[in-house]
């Protein structure tokens, strides 16, 4: 009886360690994608803000572009997150 439990103790120890570091490998590689279409998502409306003509400016303000930097790209990245849990 003692011996069973040792042997139930080990293998719930085992799993415990192997869940954390699964848990922390598939956290670091959203968190990572999610970085990588922030970044991405941030870079193209920065370029894309600076090449376009004064016309094409007229309805765009300071205060838009950093929306759309600020807070779109952060939903991507918490998506992204978020989305893993899901599949």
Request: net charge negative.
């Amino acid at each position: 009886l003692f011996e069973d439990t040792i042997l139930y103790v080990i293998a719930i120890f085992v799993l415990s360690v192997l869940n954390a570091f699964c848990t922390h490998r598939y956290q670091f590689l959203s968190y990572q994608s999610g970085i990588v279409i922030r970044t991405a998502v941030s870079s193209a409306i920065y370029e894309k803000s600076l090449i376009l003509s004064p016309k094409g400016r007229e309805g765009l303000t300071s205060g838009y572009v950093t929306n759309l930097v600020a807070t779109d790209t952060q939903k991507l990245f918490e998506v992204m997150h978020d989305g893993h849990m899901i599949w």
